[in-house]
């Protein structure tokens, strides 16, 4: 039996279209309905994000099957949270319609900047445009899913801050920036100890070949 990989890119889109099929059946009328659906498709993908920002961080410190299996699908993850994310978008998008506020935001706002570097890294999620664009690639990525990460767990606070004002949440009382700081933890971690692996490679008593 052929093994399906892309099954978390699949689970991304089933859990956008439930968000959305909760949020009408909560919502006491149209405008709400989609309010809700795109508040619960931002709240859904951000695990799929987590699991895609993490996955390269886990295989290192953890090596295992399952972390060895969850590094191999993290492509899919990645897309899996396109789709959920996508179809925030479309939510978030109808909602602005029937409050007669399209568009929402300028040109230049960071959600519209978000979604573009997010359809680039759809695009060139291939091996084959890996391979094209090189280090570009890897810069496109990264550029990616740290501005992502800023968007979940920092730019609330940032916001208030910059505004001379208390967050509405505070920080460790908030899910999105306690699991971003675990997941931080688990990129330093990662970082730390390849840059202790390569220390001990360059030094003096390294294993002969």
């Given at each position: 039996?052929?093994?399906?990989?892309?099954?978390?890119?699949?689970?991304?889109?089933?859990?956008?279209?439930?968000?959305?099929?909760?949020?009408?059946?909560?919502?006491?009328?149209?405008?709400?309905?989609?309010?809700?659906?795109s508040?619960?498709?931002?709240q859904?993908?951000?695990?799929?994000f987590?699991?895609?920002?993490?996955?390269?961080?886990?295989?290192?410190?953890?090596?295992?099957?399952?972390?060895?299996a969850?590094?191999r699908?993290?492509?899919?993850?990645?897309?899996?949270?396109?789709?959920?994310?996508?179809l925030?978008?479309?939510?978030?998008?109808?909602?602005?319609?029937?409050?007669?506020?399209?568009?929402?935001?300028?040109?230049?706002?960071?959600?519209?900047?978000?979604?573009?570097?997010l359809?680039?890294?759809?695009?060139?999620?291939?091996?084959?445009?890996?391979?094209?664009?090189?280090?570009?690639?890897?810069?496109?990525?990264?550029?990616?899913?740290?501005?992502?990460?800023?968007?979940?767990?920092v730019?609330?606070?940032?916001?208030?801050?910059?505004?001379?004002e208390?967050?509405?949440?505070?920080?460790?009382?908030?899910?999105?920036?306690?699991?971003?700081?675990?997941?931080?933890?688990?990129?330093i971690?990662?970082?730390?100890?390849i840059k202790?692996?390569?220390?001990?490679?360059?030094?003096?008593?390294?294993?002969?070949?």
């Amino acid at each position: 039996m052929k093994r399906i990989y892309y099954w978390p890119t699949l689970l991304g889109f089933i859990c956008g279209v439930v968000a959305v099929a909760l949020g009408h059946w909560i919502g006491a009328n149209t405008v709400e309905q989609w309010q809700l659906a795109s508040r619960y498709t931002a709240q859904v993908s951000f695990p799929l994000f987590i699991v895609t920002f993490v996955a390269s961080s886990l295989v290192r410190l953890f090596p295992s099957h399952a972390t060895q299996a969850l590094m191999r699908q993290r492509r899919w993850w990645g897309l899996g949270f396109a789709a959920c994310f996508f179809l925030h978008l479309a939510a978030l998008l109808v909602y602005n319609g029937l409050r007669d506020n399209l568009p929402p935001v300028g040109v230049f706002d960071r959600g519209v900047i978000a979604y573009a570097v997010l359809l680039a890294m759809v695009l060139t999620s291939t091996k084959a445009a890996q391979q094209k664009l090189g280090r570009w690639w890897r810069l496109l990525h990264s550029v990616g899913m740290w501005g992502f990460f800023f968007i979940f767990v920092v730019a609330f606070y940032l916001d208030a801050l910059l505004k001379f004002e208390l967050p509405a949440f505070e920080p460790f009382s908030e899910p999105y920036t306690l699991t971003g700081i675990v997941a931080l933890a688990l990129r330093i971690g990662a970082w730390l100890k390849i840059k202790a692996l390569r220390k001990i490679d360059s030094g003096p008593y390294r294993a002969e070949c």
